[in-house]
C-alpha cells in the first residue's frame, strides 16, 4: 500500500523558515514526478513546486521562486520543501503528491496524495 505522510508544519512568524517532508512508503517513485500543492479553505489545491525523482529537475509557481526549494533524498525515499522568507499568504495545508504526467500543475494529474500538513504564518 502506498503511503505519503507529510510532516514538518506549525505556526511560524512572518520571515521565518520551515522544512516539510514527505515520506514515502509502499513502492519506489523512480519514474515519478513529486510535487507539492498547498490548499485553503474554499479554494482549489494550488501548485507550489515539484521535482523529477529521476533526473532532479524541478519546477516552481511563480510565489514561491526565490523563496521555496524542493529536494528529495534517495536514500531516504523523502521529498522536501524548504520554505523561507514565509508570507502570511503562505498559510494552508500542504500536500504532498505523486504523479507519472508530464504535465505537472493540474492537481488531477496526481495518482497519489498524502492527508497534509498545516503551516501558519503570523505577521
Known amino acids: 500500500q502506498v503511503q505519503l505522510v507529510e510532516s514538518g508544519g506549525g505556526l511560524v512568524q512572518a520571515g521565518d523558515s520551515l522544512r516539510l517532508s514527505c515520506a514515502i512508503s509502499g513502492r519506489t517513485f523512480s519514474s515519478y514526478a513529486m510535487a507539492w500543492f498547498r490548499q485553503t479553505p474554499g479554494k482549489e489545491r494550488e501548485f507550489v513546486a515539484a521535482i523529477r525523482w529521476s533526473t532532479g529537475g524541478t519546477n516552481y509557481a511563480d510565489s514561491v521562486k526565490g523563496r521555496f526549494t524542493i529536494s528529495r533524498d534517495n536514500a531516504k525515499n523523502t521529498v522536501y520543501l524548504q520554505m523561507n522568507s514565509l508570507k502570511p499568504e503562505d498559510t494552508a495545508v500542504y500536500l504532498c503528491?505523486?504523479?507519472?504526467?508530464?504535465?505537472?500543475?493540474?492537481?488531477?494529474?496526481?495518482?497519489?496524495w498524502g492527508q497534509g500538513t498545516q503551516v501558519t504564518v503570523s505577521l
Open positions: 503528491a505523486a504523479t507519472q504526467n508530464l504535465v505537472l500543475i493540474p492537481p488531477d494529474n496526481y495518482n497519489y
